[in-house]
């Protein structure tokens, strides 16, 4: 399976949507891809993350399709004995997740809420 569809699969199953729009979700996939082999030292390739870099890609990639297909905004709600109540920090702790798996291959140290570390 080439690192695209494996990214692909991981993503569509981090981003709880049942059924995500494909071509939207390998359109944030592939974003993802971009932004993460940017960061990476000059030393470092993705092959050299591993499966480090297609797990992180893939939660950065559901993280955005979260917050663009609307999860994000979504508070709670109820179908018949069914309810539904997301976390509200679920596409942020996409995010935290991805950057931890991806903090000895990137240039630059991690940042979060404001603070170089």
């Known amino acids: 399976m080439a690192r695209a569809d494996e990214i692909y699969t991981l993503a569509a199953g981090f981003s709880a949507a049942g059924a995500p729009d494909e071509a939207a979700l390998r359109a944030l996939c592939s974003a993802a891809e971009v932004e993460l082999t940017k960061r990476l030292r000059r030393d470092v390739t993705a092959e050299d993350c591993g499966a480090c870099y297609t797990c992180a890609a893939a939660m950065l990639a559901a993280a955005n399709y979260r917050e663009t297909a609307g999860m994000g905004s979504v508070q709670a709600f109820r179908v018949g004995d069914v309810s539904v109540t997301p976390g ?15 903090l000895p291959f990137l240039a630059g140290g991690l940042s979060c809420r404001g603070v170089i570390g």
Do not use: K
Not at 88 to 102: F, Q, V
């Open 88 to 102: 509200a920090n679920s596409a942020r702790a996409l995010r935290i997740a991805a950057e931890r798996l991806m």
